[in-house]
């Protein structure tokens, strides 16, 4: 039969308003951590990253906090605006020693209702 | 500087055939690592090409393969093609820095559908 595709949570936000995303990671020897934007029909587009050194970071309009003991990661996005629709994955890398595997969230679908 | 690219965009096939899928990097960038995306699994990592090499591999079965060449561009095949490997494939670039995980840049991705 057909696989069920996985249940994307959705949060749905007033533009202007503050969005906050979050995930929970798996493994506490990741040791660096991405936020990515897919729109429908397009690849992931990098948001903002973060190593486990540190436990927060701020870009354009973007923070991403990363809470270690409790394996979190949030992704606040300022004033959310209508070309912030989109599904949001975070993602945790699994080779701290080097190399590149990304472990991917199931996503979060975000919404701004005008 | 221009962008990941992938071709083709668009493929299908039939089962039991055998695809092959094209990456070019970003200029500079000398890791390409694979993705499969579908509804049911989500965004599962294939495998990283770095210098020619297989550097890490995920848990998907031989039939999925993959190359690297001199010029950092890669390929995957996938033969013996079966329903469920109709999905979204991702390529993905990064520049090697040495002794740390990079940023990824994903590229537009290949639908590949498969009858």
């Known amino acids: 039969g057909e696989s069920v595709g996985l249940h994307l949570p959705t949060l749905s936000v007033q533009e202007g308003d503050n969005s906050i995303i979050n995930c929970a990671y798996s493994?506490?020897?990741?040791?660096?951590f991405i936020w990515y934007k897919q729109e429908s029909g397009k690849g992931p587009q990098f948001i903002i990253d973060?190593?486990?050194?540190?436990d927060k970071r701020q870009g354009q309009r973007v923070t991403v906090l990363l809470n270690k003991t409790v394996k979190h990661l949030s992704l606040q996005i300022a004033a959310t605006q209508p070309g912030d629709s989109a599904v949001y994955f975070c993602?945790?890398?699994?080779?701290?020693?080097?190399?590149?595997?990304?472990?991917f969230g199931t996503g979060t679908q975000l919404k701004v209702e005008l | 500087k221009a962008g990941v690219t992938q071709t083709p965009r668009y493929l299908i096939k039939t089962r039991g055939q055998q695809v092959t899928l094209s990456c070019s990097p970003i200029s500079g960038h000398r890791s390409v690592s694979w993705y499969q995306q579908t509804p049911g699994q989500g965004l599962q990592f294939l495998f990283e090409y770095f210098s020619e090499t297989q550097r890490n591999k995920g848990n998907f079965p031989g039939r999925f393969s993959g190359r690297q060449f001199s010029n950092s561009r890669s390929e995957m095949n996938v033969s013996t093609l079966e329903l469920g490997d109709s999905a979204l494939y991702l390529c993905a670039s990064s520049f090697v820095s040495g002794g740390e995980a990079d940023t990824q840049y994903f590229g537009p991705g290949t639908r590949l559908t498969v009858l």
């Open positions: 493994n506490s020897a990741s040791d660096y």
């Open positions: 993602a945790e890398n699994m080779y701290p020693g080097g190399g590149n595997k990304l472990t």
């Open positions: 973060i190593r486990s050194n540190m």
